[in-house]
């Protein structure tokens, strides 16, 4: 778990086009990495970008991966009027994702479940922001947001571009999760009255509206998204997603 099993990209190594381009003529500069499917719920940070954009004009979103909705998210992207402003870029070598994460402005997680995420931990690493959905065991310095909350994602994001955490690395000691702690949104001891309660029922609920909007990527997988997610909440089943991205490029959902 990084800190201890990251190699930090060295300051002289850039990034190859069509990334190095993209990252030049784009600031602030949002990035995702992981798998294309249902439960990342990308097209909420398509749809956020617009909202940041309005604000600041060159603003841009990199996603790193690749999977199912490769096809429809291209689609989608290509349907926006921010179109230009967002790269899908497929998977990526792992040193150059690294050099990605570290050269970004906000690193983004929007999840319906997911479980401990690598990529996350390394943006932390690296001194990057990270804005995420809240899960019940992000590390400390995430900026958590409920499942399918597109004010809250667009709040945070622009909390995080007001910050002074670039640069500043979070990583931790590697060992929250195996800590014993109950935490809520934003650093505070959980409630029955959060969002994501200790059942786990606030976020079920939450799920629905999420599946729901990726299902607009792929209607066949719809109802799978919105059902699955639920049994994958109580079996752990968003660990088996987690994969790791060691060996090549970034699809690994981590």
């Known amino acids: 778990i990084p800190p201890y099993a990251i190699e930090t990209p060295s300051l002289d190594r850039t990034l190859s086009d069509p990334l190095h381009s993209f990252y030049e003529s784009h600031r602030p500069l949002l990035l995702t990495v992981g798998q294309l499917e249902p439960e990342y719920d990308l097209p909420l940070q398509v749809e956020v970008l617009g909202l940041i954009r309005r604000r600041h004009p060159n603003a841009g979103l990199v996603i790193i991966g690749s999977g199912s909705l490769d096809d429809s998210l291209r689609k ?12 899908v870029c497929g998977d990526v070598p792992h040193p150059e994702t690294l ?3 570290r050269d970004c402005d906000v690193f983004l997680r929007t999840t319906l479940y997911d479980g401990d995420a690598v990529s996350v931990r390394e943006a932390l690493h ?3 922001p990270v804005v995420a959905t809240e899960n019940g065991m992000r590390p400390a310095n995430v900026l958590r ?24 690395p979070h990583g931790g000691s590697g060992e929250e999760n195996t800590e014993v702690r109950d935490w809520g949104m934003a650093g505070k001891p959980r409630t029955a009255t959060d969002p994501v309660a200790k059942d786990g029922s606030g ?3 939450q799920v629905g509206a999420g599946a729901a909007r990726v299902g607009g990527l792929d209607r ?18 968003g660990e088996a997603r987690a994969r790791t991205a060691r060996g090549g490029g970034a699809r690994a959902g981590n």
């Open 220 to 237: 066949g997988r719809e109802e799978k998204a919105g059902e699955s997610a639920p049994a994958a909440l109580q079996s752990g089943g």
């Open 203 to 205: 976020l079920r609920d």
């Open 145 to 168: 947001i409920p499942v399918a909350d597109l004010a809250a994602l667009e709040t945070a994001v622009e909390q995080s571009l007001q910050s002074d955490v670039k640069h500043r």
């Open 76 to 87: 989608l992207v290509k349907s926006k009027p921010d179109a230009q402003h967002i790269l």
């Open 99 to 101: 050099c990605a994460i």
């Open 126 to 128: 690296l001194g990057v």
